[in-house]
């Protein structure tokens, strides 16, 4: 029988035990294990069945058992000092309060630092118990919430709530992916809608084409000490392709998905400004777009800025140069098939002149931000990257050489510049330790004396060095058979979705066998990643699974999109292989990838693999989860390993990148992979000393979690982003003036540098020393001299940077690895025209180049490139 409607009954709790409800709001729970242990306390077998969600568990428990705890004094006494715990947590200051008012005391601009930031994201991976993500993108966000919260960051979380999250996944008979959308009740999630003073919903609206406002309301999830604003478009009075809005995660199809962007970047800056007026909390000083999704932030800010009922009204050159200075951009992908392009038409109809969403700001300027109106470039398509680009000051890529690699895709932006000189940074992702170490881990240092909580996490990681080889190795084992049990459970539970009876799964308790070399790997199943990469050989395969000595064991796990059926049918295969007879307990395939089962999967492997096709892995962050367990990584040199790979800490699969034939990469990489796993990986685990220790797998181990752990943090990537990217967009707005003074300024020098830079000429250069045979032979330690003749037009010296560029030649004349220097003004020759000169000692041996170039140059500007502006002798 159906119910024709579902709503969700919240718990009355004892009074002795009001306090749980304040626990089970706050997310904290998700990484703190002691608010953890309090629910599990109240009902184990609820803990288990609601996958560890305090509300789960609240929602299970019988009366009788509240009743019976709430008599309990010394749990009382718990979850009272639990809760104190929490509210110590939420109101004493932390890193950031603590290196601000360090950095004051030094004698640092205190204002560099800005009092919130506002984070959008299309996904957040935050806790199971919200399953509001896809995947690594999403769990990247959630991270970075955690970790701010740790450090006391002043972020506001920006998503959508949508009503079936993404999907779960089940297999058929066939080994078929399905796809399940269950319903999401808000009243059963971790989240509170924000209110008025009077009680009322608050909200925000957007105008659409041709029909009524679309209205979405405002839900907050606190995560630690951030809030996350989730907006939700399931309201009364909303036509029903308005409630479709937030439907489903990348669902649906190109006005559906825009829909759904306006919504986080329009309505997520409008709930900000809500939650703002509502709480008291300090406004975001600086936006952080995560990836491109939500972009139209910037077109918001620039309609607050030109219609502003509350301040002064700058005009659009003005205000978008007061947007760009306090936004910073993050791109996520390392191929253009993965960044959202909609019709140019499409876009038009949203934000026309009249009735658009975003009034007051002209349809074709915001058509321009957008365009892809260069070398390669489809006039006809709207770019949400590129305007992310074109709307933030600062850019950046999540590792060094996804930061390369975003220069190179979008040197389109800056054509005259060097692809090192295109102004995208890059900063590495990393992960909540707390979220993803394996309380037996953590214990290793903590019963040493360090703290995780610390600021010091290095200090953490050091005390590892005076762990036992078997007290490693012992731990290691002991997550690997908590992982064996867990894999039971839910191949069993998986066997029975796909049709088979109970009778038939008796096989399911012998597979894995928990002293046998466990190997993981969990992705999206997008083709780049290569998820059957490891069953390009079957028979080799197959010779390793089953070596009698050295046998290994694979569990793997991973979605495709719903609509990806090159994914489906590569898990497909996986499945077909995992379950044959002769080989289903050596490999397993787990469907159903989430961070409930992500949390138990990272410690139980010994090794983590990832094979992506480089360089399309932008960085990766699941390695860094396993190397936080004391796993080691088998890893293609892409993303993050490329970086931090050091010959110890795990081993590199060769990458055949001169290979134009992908069929035999694959071949090539793929030999390469089972050679490592044969002749280095498998000996090292098996080869144990007399007390059956493997010891050297135990030194890689230790070396791992030392080099590597202190990199991988997520709170070390935070710290990164205040401190490159955060305060110095702040010291940018700021500088700019409360009043716009500087925006103003700016925009009227950027528009007369662009007007007269046609008429900006390097005339003439001319050499004196090693460059004029002054000396026979130039030597090192020789100076050359360069004098360079520049005609500037109606632009003055202050206006512009004079530079010689430098280094050793190659074959064609171009300068490798070239440094600047700026040229000095030695002479004013009248007409517009200058005469710089400066000199450069020859410190190195070999060929050797150098030309003159001319810039702009404002102290507003953050990097050289920054207009797309250079000149260089014809």
């Given at each position: 029988?159906?119910?024709?409607?579902?709503?969700?009954?919240?718990?009355?709790?004892?009074?002795?035990?009001?306090?749980?409800?304040?626990?089970?709001?706050?997310?904290?729970?998700?990484?703190?294990?002691?608010?953890g242990?309090?629910?599990?306390?109240?009902?184990?077998?609820?803990?288990e069945?609601?996958?560890?969600?305090?509300?789960?568990?609240?929602?299970?428990?019988?009366?009788?058992?509240?009743?019976?705890?709430?008599?309990?004094?010394?749990?009382?006494?718990?979850?009272?000092?639990?809760?104190?715990?929490?509210?110590?947590?939420?109101?004493?200051?932390?890193?950031y309060?603590?290196a601000?008012?360090?950095?004051?005391?030094?004698?640092?601009?205190?204002?560099?630092?800005?009092?919130?930031?506002?984070?959008?994201?299309?996904?957040?991976?935050?806790a199971?118990?919200?399953?509001?993500?896809?995947?690594?993108?999403?769990?990247?966000?959630?991270?970075?919430?955690?970790?701010?919260?740790?450090?006391?960051?002043p972020?506001?979380?920006?998503g959508?709530?949508?009503?079936?999250?993404?999907?779960?996944?089940?297999?058929?008979?066939?080994?078929?992916?399905?796809?399940?959308?269950?319903?999401?009740?808000?009243?059963?999630?971790?989240?509170?809608?924000?209110?008025?003073?009077?009680?009322?919903?608050?909200?925000?609206?957007?105008?659409?084409?041709?029909?009524?406002?679309?209205?979405?309301?405002?839900?907050?999830?606190?995560?630690?000490?951030?809030?996350?604003?989730?907006?939700?478009?399931?309201?009364?009075?909303?036509?029903?392709?308005?409630?479709?809005?937030?439907?489903?995660?990348?669902?649906?199809?190109?006005?559906?998905?825009?829909r759904?962007?306006?919504?986080?970047?329009?309505?997520?800056?409008?709930?900000?400004?809500?939650?703002?007026?509502?709480?008291?909390?300090?406004a975001?000083?600086?936006?952080?777009?995560?990836?491109?999704?939500?972009?139209?932030?910037?077109?918001?800010?620039?309609?607050?800025?030109?219609?502003?009922?509350?301040?002064?009204?700058?005009?659009?050159?003005?205000?978008?140069?007061?947007?760009?200075?306090?936004?910073?951009?993050?791109?996520?992908?390392?191929?253009?098939?993965?960044?959202?392009?909609?019709?140019?038409?499409?876009?038009?109809?949203?934000?026309?002149?009249?009735?658009?969403?975003?009034?007051?700001?002209?349809?074709?300027?915001?058509?321009?931000?957008?365009?892809?109106?260069?070398?390669?470039?489809?006039?006809?398509?709207?770019?949400?990257?590129?305007?992310?680009?074109?709307?933030?000051?600062r850019?950046?890529?999540?590792?060094?050489?996804?930061?390369?690699?975003?220069?190179?895709?979008?040197?389109?932006?800056?054509?005259?510049?060097?692809?090192?000189?295109?102004?995208?940074?890059?900063?590495?992702?990393?992960?909540?330790?707390?979220?993803?170490?394996?309380?037996?881990?953590?214990?290793?240092?903590?019963?040493?004396?360090?703290?995780?909580?610390?600021?010091?996490?290095?200090?953490?990681?050091?005390?590892?060095?005076?762990?036992?080889?078997?007290?490693?190795?012992?731990?290691?084992?002991?997550q690997?058979?908590?992982?064996?049990?867990?894999?039971?459970?839910?191949?069993?539970?998986?066997?029975?979705?796909?049709?088979?009876?109970?009778?038939?799964?008796?096989?399911?308790?012998?597979?894995?066998?928990?002293?046998?070399?466990?190997?993981?790997?969990?992705?999206?199943?997008?083709?780049?990643?290569?998820?059957?990469?490891?069953?390009?050989?079957?028979?080799?395969?197959?010779?390793?699974?089953?070596?009698?000595?050295?046998?290994?064991?694979?569990?793997?796990?991973?979605?495709a999109?719903?609509?990806?059926?090159?994914?489906?049918?590569?898990?497909?295969?996986?499945?077909?292989?995992?379950?044959?007879?002769?080989?289903?307990?050596?490999?397993?395939?787990?469907?159903?990838y989430?961070?409930?089962?992500?949390?138990?999967?990272?410690?139980?492997?010994?090794?983590?693999?990832?094979?992506?096709?480089?360089?399309y892995?932008?960085?990766?962050?699941?390695?860094?989860?396993?190397?936080?367990?004391?796993?080691?990584?088998?890893?293609?040199?892409?993303?993050?390993?490329?970086?931090?790979?050091?010959?110890?800490?795990?081993?590199?699969?060769?990458?055949?990148?001169?290979?134009?034939?992908?069929?035999?990469?694959?071949?090539?990489?793929?030999?390469?992979?089972?050679?490592?796993?044969?002749?280095?990986?498998?000996?090292?685990?098996?080869?144990?000393?007399?007390a059956?220790v493997?010891?050297?797998?135990?030194?890689?181990?230790?070396?791992?979690?030392?080099?590597?752990?202190?990199?991988?943090?997520?709170?070390?990537?935070?710290?990164?982003?205040?401190?490159?990217?955060?305060?110095?967009?702040?010291?940018?707005?700021?500088?700019?003036?409360?009043?716009?003074?500087?925006?103003?300024?700016?925009?009227?020098?950027?528009?007369?540098?662009?007007?007269?830079?046609?008429?900006?000429?390097?005339?003439?250069?001319?050499?004196?020393?090693?460059?004029?045979?002054?000396?026979?032979?130039?030597?090192?330690?020789?100076?050359?001299?360069?004098?360079?003749?520049?005609?500037?037009?109606?632009?003055?010296?202050?206006?512009?940077?004079?530079?010689?560029?430098?280094?050793?030649?190659?074959?064609?004349?171009?300068?490798?690895?070239?440094?600047?220097?700026?040229?000095?003004?030695a002479?004013?020759?009248?007409?517009?025209?200058?005469?710089?000169?400066?000199?450069?000692?020859?410190?190195?041996?070999?060929?050797f180049?150098?030309?003159?170039?001319?810039?702009?140059?404002?102290?507003?500007?953050?990097?050289?490139?920054?207009?797309?502006?250079?000149?260089?002798?014809?």
């Open positions: 029988m159906r119910a024709i409607r579902r709503l969700t009954v919240r718990p009355a709790l004892p009074a002795p035990l009001e306090a749980l409800g304040e626990l089970a709001g706050n997310l904290r729970w998700a990484w703190h294990p002691a608010t242990d309090l629910f599990a306390a109240l009902d184990p077998q609820a803990w069945s609601s996958e560890h969600d305090p509300r789960g568990v609240l929602g299970l428990v019988s009366r009788d058992r509240l009743e019976e705890a709430a008599a309990d004094q010394e749990y009382v006494a718990r979850v009272e000092a639990g809760r104190a715990d929490l509210r110590a947590y939420l109101s004493t200051d932390r890193w309060q603590r601000a008012q360090q950095e004051a005391q030094q004698g640092a601009e205190p204002t560099s630092w800005p009092a919130a930031i506002g984070y959008l994201s299309a996904e957040f991976g935050v199971a118990a919200l399953p509001q993500y896809s995947g690594g993108l999403g769990i990247l966000a959630g991270d970075h919430l955690k970790a701010a919260s740790d450090l006391g960051v972020i506001i979380g920006v959508l709530l949508y009503t079936h999250g993404y999907f779960r996944q089940s297999l058929d008979r066939h080994a078929w992916q399905q796809e399940h959308y269950p319903l999401l009740d808000p009243n059963a999630l971790p989240v509170q809608l924000l209110r008025e003073d009077d009680g009322t919903p608050a909200s925000v609206t957007l105008a659409q084409p041709g029909g009524p406002d679309l209205v979405a309301r405002i839900w907050v999830a606190s995560v630690g000490r951030v809030p996350l604003l989730m907006l939700d478009t399931d309201v009364k009075g909303n036509p029903q392709h308005y409630v479709d809005v937030t439907d489903r995660l990348y669902g649906g199809d190109a006005e559906h998905r825009l759904q962007e306006l919504l986080l970047g329009v309505g997520g800056l409008r709930a900000i400004r809500e939650y703002c007026r509502i709480t008291g909390h300090a975001p000083e600086v936006f952080h777009l995560n990836e491109g999704h939500a972009g139209f932030l910037g077109i918001e800010r620039l309609r607050e800025l030109t219609v502003a009922d509350d301040g002064p009204r700058l005009d659009l050159e003005a205000a978008l140069e007061v947007g760009r200075a306090s936004t910073v951009f993050t791109t996520h992908t390392p191929v253009p098939a993965g960044i959202d392009r909609f019709p140019r038409t499409l876009v038009e109809q949203y934000f026309a002149d009249h009735g658009g969403v975003t009034p007051g700001v002209p349809t074709e300027r915001v058509l321009a931000l957008g365009s892809e109106g260069y070398e390669g470039g489809d006039p006809g398509v709207f770019n949400m990257a590129v305007m992310g680009f074109r709307l933030a000051q850019a950046n890529g999540v590792s060094r050489l996804h930061g390369h690699v975003s220069r190179e895709m979008f040197n389109g932006l800056w054509p005259d510049f060097d692809i090192d000189e295109v102004p995208i940074t890059s900063i590495t992702n990393g992960v909540h330790a707390p979220t993803w170490v394996a309380r037996d881990v953590l214990g290793l240092a903590a019963v040493r004396g360090a703290d995780p909580d610390g600021d010091d996490t290095s200090a953490f990681w050091r005390a590892v060095e005076e762990v036992p080889d078997a007290e490693l190795w012992s731990v290691k084992r002991a690997r058979e908590r992982l064996v049990s867990e894999v039971r459970r839910r191949l069993r539970a998986s066997w029975l979705q796909r049709g088979a009876t109970p009778a038939e799964l008796g096989w399911t308790e012998e597979v894995l066998d928990p002293d046998v070399l466990t190997i993981g790997f969990a992705r999206r199943a997008a083709s780049y990643k290569r998820l059957t990469l490891m069953m390009r050989d079957p028979a080799r395969l197959t010779r390793l699974l089953l070596d009698p000595e050295r046998p290994v064991q694979l569990v793997i796990a991973g979605k999109h719903p609509a990806d059926d090159g994914g489906k049918r590569l898990i497909q295969q996986i499945v077909q292989l995992s379950d044959d007879p002769e080989l289903r307990h050596r490999i397993v395939f787990l469907p159903d989430d961070i409930a089962m992500a949390q138990p999967f990272y410690p139980g492997c010994d090794v983590w693999l990832n094979n992506p096709l480089r360089p892995e932008a960085c990766g962050t699941s390695g860094m989860k396993a190397a936080l367990n004391g796993g080691l990584n088998l890893s293609v040199l892409d993303g993050w390993w490329d970086e931090w790979f050091d010959g110890a800490n795990g081993w590199a699969i060769p990458s055949a990148d001169g290979l134009e034939d992908p069929d035999h990469r694959d071949d090539v990489e793929a030999a390469a992979l089972y050679g490592l796993v044969e002749r280095e990986v498998a000996p090292r685990f098996y080869d144990t000393d007399a059956g493997p010891t050297r797998w135990t030194d890689m181990l230790r070396h791992t979690l030392l080099s590597l752990c202190p990199k991988v943090l997520a709170s070390r990537m935070v710290r990164d982003y205040v401190r490159q990217l955060y305060a110095p967009a702040t010291a940018s707005a700021r500088a700019l003036g409360a009043d716009h003074a500087g925006a103003v300024a700016l925009a009227g020098w950027k528009q007369r540098v662009r007007e007269g830079w046609h008429a900006v000429r390097v005339e003439h250069v001319e050499g004196s020393g090693a460059a004029q045979g002054e000396v026979d032979v130039p030597e090192v330690g020789d100076t050359l001299t360069v004098r360079a003749f520049v005609a500037l037009g109606a632009l003055a010296p202050a206006d512009v940077a004079v530079q010689l560029v430098q280094g050793r030649a190659g074959e064609a004349d171009d300068i490798l690895e070239p440094t600047t220097a700026d040229l000095g003004l002479e004013e020759l009248g007409g517009g025209r200058y005469r710089y000169e400066g000199s450069v000692e020859l410190a190195a041996a070999g060929p180049g150098y030309t003159v170039r001319v810039l702009p140059h404002h102290a507003a500007l953050a990097a050289p490139a920054e207009l797309g502006l250079v000149t260089y002798p014809r």
